[in-house]
């Protein structure tokens, strides 16, 4: 495989963005390594969007332009993967920016691990805020994360970022997406937890990279706003939360027996951040096994990640 051949799908949703999606849907298609075909799902705006991009870009071959009646972000995916022709699924929002060097970065990191199933990379915010979004010590450098499939059944920590820096191989997104119709409906916002967990408890293969190549806008109606001093809210995503997470957990056939694989998962992952050695003891020492096996496995464990911090 070479550079030329990895595909990239470009999927940008957009709910009355018409101020933010022309420079989005831009700084898709100039991408130093260009994109396969750039689809924009139109989420039912009531403004001007789609007239503005009928005009831009309505004779763009490489654009495709779709309307749809509101349905939510993860509606809007689930409609331009049925469309993508890409072997990499590249998520855009319509009020965020791509650095012309994206794509090019992320490509190379694919070709370089052709296992991985998803690369995410940190952003830039801009906007009411700035600086970086992802700033605690384990996001300072690129890595390998491996698999994290009972990390994500049992833990829930989030890995990836907001939808814009995260690329996804087609599979992997369409396992995603296969939630119930009644569960679509219920992530009109946020569905970006559904690519973390999903991704994570069907097994994916993640990247992280350090490198902020993705402007982040912030501004009032960014989605995490709406949960702001709202306990009815807060509570009310925690039940969608935990149904999301069964349905996946449901897919694998997760059990708790699986956590006597503890030390096989934490070994996939060649340059684990301590707070992972923690993780994965905690996993271990829940295994339904014997106290020898369980402390074996913690054994394992802590060796591993010693042997990645001497190379």
Not at 153 to 163: E, K, L, M, N, P
Not at 177 to 184: G, T
Not at 229 to 239: D, L, M, R, V
Request: with cysteine; net charge positive.
């Amino acid at each position: 495989m070479n550079k030329k051949e990895i595909s990239f799908s470009v999927l940008i949703s957009s709910y009355n963005y018409q101020n933010c999606v022309v420079d989005a849907v831009s700084s898709a298609i100039n991408q130093s390594h260009a994109p396969l075909e750039v689809i924009v799902v139109d989420d039912g705006s009531t403004d001007d969007s789609v007239t503005l991009l009928k005009q831009v870009f309505g004779n763009d071959s490489r654009v495709k332009i779709i309307s749809q009646s509101n349905g939510g972000q993860m509606s809007a995916w689930a409609k331009g993967l049925s469309l993508a022709e890409g072997e990499v699924i590249a998520l855009l929002d319509s009020d965020d920016l791509w650095k012309s060097e994206y794509l090019a970065t992320v490509a190379e990191i694919y070709l370089q691990n052709p296992t991985l199933d998803y690369v995410y990379c940190n952003m830039e915010k801009f906007g009411t805020e700035v600086g970086l979004m992802l700033k605690k010590r384990r996001h300072q450098k690129s890595r390998d994360l491996g698999l994290s499939v009972l990390m994500g059944a049992c833990i829930q920590r989030w890995q990836g970022v907001a939808s814009s820096g995260n690329t996804i191989k087609r599979e992997l997104f369409q396992k995603i997406l296969s939630l119930p119709a009644d569960q679509i409906k219920e992530w009109k916002t946020r569905p970006d937890d559904c690519l973390f967990y999903g991704s994570d408890i069907l097994g994916g293969h993640k990247y992280y990279l350090a490198n902020a190549l993705v402007m982040h806008r912030e501004h009032s109606r960014n989605a995490l706003q709406e949960f702001t001093n709202s306990p009815i809210k807060t509570a009310k995503y925690a039940i969608r939360l935990e149904k999301m997470l069964d349905y996946y957990r449901g897919m694998v056939g997760f059990s708790p027996t699986w956590l006597k694989l503890a030390k096989s998962e934490f070994r996939t992952k060649p340059r684990p951040h301590f707070s992972e050695l923690w993780i994965y003891c905690f996993l271990a020492l829940q295994a339904p096994t014997r106290l020898a096996s369980r402390i074996s496995q913690v054994g394992a464990i802590i060796a591993h990640y010693v042997n990645s911090k001497s190379h």
